[in-house]
Every structure is written in structure tokens, then in C-alpha cells.
């Protein structure tokens, strides 16, 4: 059975009380998804001033969930006013998103800045998630784990088709031999993922709206 990402990108949501309620939900039905979580790795990629508390949630809970941040600092540590660096960021997390294309639509961030992203989060042992648009959108070398995420596809409700993502995801395999996982983004829920999951070059999702809800993302989990 191959491994599975099922991820959730949180975006700017949630307090930290938010937070906590979702994990609790998840550690309450810890021992129903046992079974299904098998061969599954769960990564939640919430805000910077959540991960403190909800790593401290899991590690007490001793929940198989991993973190990840939605963005790191391109810079080492520094005078960089409101960066949070990848140094910083190891400590709570194992994950990175970098390259969504909120960030690079809203925040002007461009092929040559991702880059040092994610060279910062190699450094600092953190796994980038790197999103791309297309099969033609730049991918740094280092990367090994790519989430394709069509632009109309996301909060949309009109997820791509799992062929298509299933094309573009075997597309950019053969073009860039270091990437060993394609996820799909874009508009997935419990009901349509597991068309994705299925498909033989996808490797598993990630998860806007639909990981917010913790009942949904759970049965999103059982379903993959
Ligand atoms: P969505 O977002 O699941 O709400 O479409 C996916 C994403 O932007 O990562």
C-alpha cells in the first residue's frame, strides 16, 4: 500500500482555543481511525502563533499528527522585522508549505525568493511542501514533496479532474527525478478524495476549507 499525505492547510484561521478544540476532537476519535490511519501521514500547517500550544497538545496526547508552518523566513536569523525563521520553526514543525499561490498572488513572492525558502528550510531539516500551479511552475532542486493546486480549483468547489491531477502529477515526477510525492490541492473533501488518492501518481491532498471542520477532516482521513 503506497504512504499517503493527507494535509491540512489551515490558512489565517482559528484561535488558539479553535485549535485545541479541533485536537481534541481528533484525540477523541483517535482509536476509530487507528485502522484507517495506517500507511497515512497526518500534517496539520496551522499559523506561527498556534504551533507552540498545539504541539504541546499532541505531545501530551501522543497523537499521530505532525505540524507544519505555512511559510518561513527566506533569511537565517536576523534583522528581518516580522520574519519567522526556519531555525525558529524546527522546533515545532517537520513541514513547510512554501509557494502557495496565495503567497505569491498577495505577497509578491517570486520564483527566486521561494527558492531561498526553501533552501532555509533544507538547512534547518524542515520537509517543503512546495505548491506549484502547473506542471510548468518552477521547482527547486531540493524539493521532494510537490502539492499541485490548480488556482480555480481552490475555494472554489470545482476541484480539478483526478485524471488531469493524476497527468500533472506524473508529468512532473518524470521531470523532476527528486521529487518522490505529488499531492492534489484544490476544493478536496470527504466525498472526492478518495478519486484522488486512488489515482497511481498522486500521493495524497491537501486540504483548505474542508480540514477547518475536525469531524469532516476526520472522515477526509477515513476516506483517503
Ligand atoms: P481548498 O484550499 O481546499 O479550500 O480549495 C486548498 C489550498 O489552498 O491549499
Redesign the pocket.
Known amino acids: 500500500m503506497k504512504k499517503l499525505f493527507i494535509v491540512a492547510?489551515w490558512?489565517s484561521h482559528k484561535t488558539t482555543e479553535e485549535a485545541t478544540e479541533w485536537l481534541t476532537h481528533m484525540a477523541e476519535g483517535r482509536e476509530q481511525r487507528a485502522e484507517s490511519e495506517k500507511h497515512k501521514d497526518v500534517i496539520v500547517c496551522a499559523s506561527f502563533t498556534l504551533l507552540p500550544a498545539m504541539k504541546a497538545f499532541i505531545t501530551k496526547h501522543n497523537l499521530p499528527i505532525k505540524l507544519g508552518a505555512q511559510d518561513v523566513s527566506p533569511f537565517e536569523a536576523g534583522a528581518y522585522t516580522g520574519e519567522v525563521n526556519a531555525e525558529q520553526l524546527k522546533h515545532f514543525v517537520e513541514y513547510v508549505?512554501i509557494g502557495?499561490?496565495?503567497r505569491r498572488n498577495y505577497f509578491g513572492e517570486t520564483d527566486e525568493m521561494l527558492s531561498k525558502k526553501v533552501q532555509r528550510a533544507k538547512l534547518s531539516k524542515l520537509t517543503p511542501i512546495f505548491?506549484v500551479q502547473g506542471k510548468e511552475t518552477p521547482i527547486p532542486e531540493e524539493v521532494t514533496v510537490v502539492?499541485y493546486?490548480p488556482v480555480e480549483?481552490?475555494?472554489?468547489g470545482h476541484?480539478d479532474t483526478p485524471e488531469d491531477a493524476d497527468e500533472v502529477a506524473k508529468t512532473i515526477k518524470k521531470q523532476h527525478p527528486t521529487v518522490q510525492y505529488v499531492l492534489y490541492?484544490?476544493?478536496?473533501t470527504a466525498e472526492n478524495v478518495k478519486n484522488f488518492t486512488k489515482m497511481s501518481s498522486i500521493d495524497g491532498v491537501?486540504?483548505?476549507?474542508?480540514?477547518l471542520d475536525a469531524a469532516h477532516f476526520d472522515q477526509i482521513i477515513e476516506k483517503a
Not at 490541492?185 to 478536496?188: N, Q
Request: some cysteine; aromatic content about 0%; overall charge negative.
Open positions: 492547510n490558512k508549505i502557495h499561490s496565495e505548491c502539492a493546486e480549483a481552490i475555494g472554489s476541484p490541492g484544490g476544493s478536496v491537501l486540504v483548505g476549507g474542508a480540514s
